[in-house]
């Protein structure tokens, strides 16, 4: 008999810990979660990226005009700066980046371009860059400065390495490499060999595009 009722009380011990342990859960089960489940981080892709990193550049005020020049009428800036394209950019695409724009800064502009005096409106346009900034076009020719002009009117740029030129009021690259006079006789200093892609010096500083 004393067998039998221990046996008893102890069935009873193990229900009533089952009880329990069923009342103190939740509708769905346990109330608490394994740890390795509790608050887990959202998962990270698999790689980041990182924004391109901006070129320097510059942009311009008060809109673009033709200028005169010992190469005739150019396309420069409202004050005068000279603008250059470069040779391989023919399809319409900067292909100037990293140490090329910084010899040769692209111009930027904030709002779309103005033409304010010799130039045909409908060529001035603008392009997206890598970085998204916008960058002005004449014609099917991105524009650039050169680092090497400290100043306006100095075109020290034309014919570097034999693929930078200004570019004139109708669009098409300036490629002559000798100045020549009204006269006809030959003036002025031939096309500098100086600066490249690496060259720095002087320049402008940097500019945001559109918005």
């Not at 009880?19 to 998962?43: E, H, I, R, T």
């Not at 700066?81 to 470069?86: E, K, N």
């Amino acid at each position: 008999m004393p067998k039998a009722r221990n046996a008893r009380m102890a069935g009873f011990g193990v229900l009533a810990a089952l009880v329990l342990a069923a009342c103190s859960s939740g509708p769905g089960g346990s109330s608490q979660q394994p740890a390795d489940q509790q608050q887990q981080p959202p998962p990270q892709p698999a790689y980041t990226t990182t924004p391109p990193v901006r070129q320097p550049a510059q942009g311009a005020v008060g809109g673009f005009k033709a200028g005169t020049s010992r190469y005739g009428a150019i396309l420069t800036d409202a004050r005068g700066r000279t603008l250059y394209a470069f040779a391989s950019d023919a399809n319409g695409r900067s292909n100037c980046y990293q140490k090329c724009a910084q010899a040769w800064p692209p111009v930027v502009a904030q709002s779309p371009p103005q033409a304010v005096g010799g130039l045909n409106p409908a060529l001035l346009t603008a392009v997206a860059r890598q970085d998204g900034r916008m960058q002005v076009m004449y014609g099917k020719w991105p524009l650039y400065y050169f680092s090497g002009d400290q100043q306006a009117g100095q075109t020290n740029g034309q014919g570097v390495k034999g693929v930078w030129f200004v570019v004139g009021a109708s669009g098409k690259l300036v490629k002559a490499a000798t100045a020549t006079t009204a006269g006809g006789s030959s003036g002025g200093a031939t096309a500098t060999t100086a600066g490249g892609y690496g060259s720095s010096g002087g320049g402008y500083s940097s500019g945001g595009g559109y918005g």
